[in-house]
């Protein structure tokens, strides 16, 4: 064939999927573009898993949306950008003036640039007067924040990626990480075929691909990880695996959680509560106990539940009470899911904080940003989380939603709920690359994004590492960047503040923010990336990948707390008192089988991108139910029909299948089909809207389902 010709000299971006933040080369092709590994990126070293590697297969154009479009009499019609940003302005501006500010609001996603969280935080939270802006990263690592702010003081990740590679025991909880963190998972298991002592404990419902290397898999029942850990927390203080040092000197709390957890000094009780053998329990804690070089990670199976944030804070006194936290080869480690949910974190992204890691309910701190942004209204209290945000849409408190880069009528949990709220909401403005998508179908004005290759920022990822975005391809039609419509919206509205040029003034600000908060302050918070302020753009554009805190002249920092410095005031970290309760809906009766949810290896989302490329689709071609055969035969059902998975919610249809390590009593669908289907195999129709009472994350791994033979309607 003809030679493959580059038009145009590699640019160095980062992948868009999940929170791993591989390195990208893109070389721009007459038809898309060459996509490789980029060696230089500390994250991944060259590494790309079969997502990242088939992002050439996801940029063409086709089901793009190429221009604003506004709903009238019910269908859809071109409008230019002028007309679509004064449609959304005014509302906005009336629906304030009449109801109040808390009236509107924004739900954004991980999927957003720093740079776009940054000003749509700004606009929100300090020029309308609300913090109703949150975000679908509230889905997907929210106790995680809560239970890092409860135990640091701050949102933070103490270690790095490389601690997987320097650790001699890799707990990995609640995470197929052979999957949703797939580089990540290759250096682990690099490390451990160049040092078979490296031991990994995979604890997981399921038996998942993350199982297959496992030495120990611990298949513990669904929300049971509060009594596993609230159990390795007594082992380790009586049998004396406890830096005493540490303890005393950086930590508060010790006897609290001692005595929330002393039911679990008995290892048949903790076993009988995890549903497990007892020789599992045991052999997990002398390992944990005998190895000083311990990461323990954790992920969607830890944060997505009733108890999530109590479960962060039972892993976490476990390295507390060892004093592995922060030392190379140790601490405790979120995985987040998505590309930005960090830098989301950075700039106040959840509807509880302020930008800079501070804190909305602190009057202090609300004043600091106020004076910085010169802001005319700030929001004086917490705003509404997600699942209690659509829930207002509904009952018609909140007027007015503007939805960026994610499709809530897919992933929420009682989908069918927010599809009614939006269906009813004055105003529901949609910002995407396409309008084929479930919550786009709703819109009355849609504003077409800017894709992965298009857009210029940053982003970070799990182990806090800020990484460019670098546009390489033109943008297509009028598609044109989050933070430039936010801007054009808050302009309209006769706000000050808002004439960035371009993606470099916005990351300057929030650059500035963290450095002037810091020396206004003195406050001992560890983000400050005051360092990075005063780039010129060049220096911008070629901003090599550095891990925060990023103070002036530093160069990065790739661990922090090993020496204590927490951000509570005493500067000591907490110990948190976990008090182990079920997941809050239990199977039984009508509903027998408890549904586990998560991403599949190939695809990510909701497909609007990995979707459009036939290799990623052919992992699994079509919606599945995991159930175990012994339950498809109480059903009716069999391996390869159709089904319907019905809750108490809602349903979905979806082929039975028998694959997936399933244990009995329970059934798994993935998160990746939607309405837009053949059938309808929204997994959020289905789930309860329960949520976490501290971080509001819902309990996603845990609803009563029954699966029926499906019969037409
Ligand atoms: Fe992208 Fe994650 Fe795969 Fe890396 S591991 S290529 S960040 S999807």
Not at 205 to 221: F, M, V, W, Y
Request: proline letters at 6%.
């Amino acid at each position: 064939g003809a030679p493959i010709v580059p038009i145009a000299p590699a640019v160095r971006t980062t992948c868009p999927y999940c929170g791993v933040g591989c390195g990208v080369k893109a070389t721009p092709m007459a038809d898309g573009a060459l996509i490789e590994g980029d060696p230089e990126h500390m994250a991944s070293r060259g590494r790309l898993c079969v997502k990242g590697s088939a992002l050439g297969e996801t940029l063409g154009l086709d089901g793009r949306l190429l221009a604003p479009a506004m709903r009238e009499e019910g269908s859809l019609r071109t409008a230019d950008w002028d007309e679509a940003l004064d449609k959304v302005a005014s509302t906005f501006a009336s629906i304030i003036a009449e109801h109040g500010p808390d009236a509107v609001a924004l739900y954004v996603s991980g999927q957003l640039l720093t740079e776009d969280y940054y000003v749509a935080n700004k606009f929100m939270k300090g020029f309308v007067g609300s913090a109703n802006i949150d975000t679908n990263s509230r889905l997907c690592m929210s106790s995680s924040v809560a239970g890092h702010k409860r135990a640091f003081g701050e949102d933070i990740v103490p270690g790095c990626y490389e601690d997987f590679e320097l650790a001699d025991l890799v707990v990995l909880v609640g995470s197929n990480t052979a999957w949703c963190h797939p580089t990540l998972f290759q250096r682990i298991t690099k490390a451990r075929e160049a040092r078979p002592g490296l031991r990994i404990v995979a604890i997981d419902p399921r038996r998942t691909a993350t199982c297959e290397l496992a030495d120990l898999h611990l298949p513990i029942k669904a929300g049971s990880d509060v009594w596993l850990f609230n159990g390795l927390l007594v082992y380790l203080a009586q049998t004396g695996a406890v830096d005493a040092d540490f303890v005393a000197t950086h930590t508060q709390g010790l006897d609290g959680a001692l005595a929330a957890a002393a039911e679990c000094v008995d290892i048949g009780f903790v076993a009988r509560s995890c549903g497990i053998d007892a020789r599992l329990v045991a052999e997990f804690y002398e390992a944990f106990a005998a190895t000083a070089k311990v990461v323990t990670a954790y992920s969607q199976g830890v944060n997505q539940s009733s108890s999530g944030t109590d479960k962060v804070n039972a892993i976490i006194n476990c390295h507390l009470l060892s004093g592995r936290v922060g030392k190379p080869g140790m601490g405790p480690f979120s995985l987040t899911g998505q590309p930005n949910a960090m830098g989301g974190r950075e700039v106040g992204g959840l509807a509880n904080m302020l930008a800079s890691h501070l804190e909305l309910d602190q009057p202090a701190h609300r004043e600091l940003v106020r004076g910085f942004w010169d802001a005319p209204r700030m929001a004086a209290n917490p705003g509404l989380k997600a699942v209690e945000l659509f829930r207002a849409i509904e009952e018609g408190s909140v007027k007015a939603v503007w939805i960026m880069a994610t499709n809530p009528v897919v992933s929420l949990p009682d989908a069918d709920q927010v599809r009614r709220a939006l269906a009813r909401c004055e105003l529901v403005v949609v910002s995407d690359m396409t309008a084929a998508t479930d919550t786009a179908e709703l819109a009355d004005v849609l504003l077409p994004a800017l894709g992965w290759g298009e857009k210029d920022g940053t982003v970070t990822n799990s182990e806090r590492c800020i990484s460019r975005q670098r546009a390489f391809l033109q943008a297509p039609g009028q598609a044109r960047a989050d933070w430039w419509a936010i801007c054009e919206v808050a302009r309209r509205m006769g706000y000050q503040g808002f004439d960035y040029m371009d993606a470099h003034a916005i990351f300057d600000e929030h650059a500035r923010l963290s450095g002037w908060r810091n020396d206004a302050q003195g406050a001992p918070r560890a983000f400050r990336i005051d360092g990075l302020a005063g780039l010129d753009r060049a220096a911008y554009d070629a901003l090599a990948p550095i891990q925060w805190p990023v103070p002036p002249g530093g160069e990065g920092t790739a661990r922090l707390f090993a020496d204590g410095g927490y951000a509570h005031a005493d500067g000591k970290a907490r110990f948190v008192a976990t008090r182990p309760r079920l997941p809050a809906n239990a199977a039984g009766g009508d509903y027998p089988l408890t549904l586990n949810t998560g991403r599949l290896r190939d695809q990510w989302h909701t497909m609007t991108r990995t979707g459009k490329s036939p290799r990623l689709a052919g992992h699994a071609p079509e919606p599945f139910v995991d159930m175990h055969p012994h339950d498809a035969l109480l059903a009716g059902v069999r391996e390869g029909e159709l089904a319907r998975v019905r809750s108490r919610w809602g349903s979905l249809v979806a082929r039975v299948s028998h694959g997936g390590g399933i244990a009995r009593g329970s059934a798994f669908v993935p998160i990746h089909w939607t309405g837009q289907n053949a059938s309808d195999a929204r997994v959020g129709a289905v789930v309860n809207p329960v949520v976490d009472p501290v971080s509001g994350e819902p309990e996603f791994k845990h609803t009563p389902v029954r699966v029926e033979p499906f019969a037409l309607a």
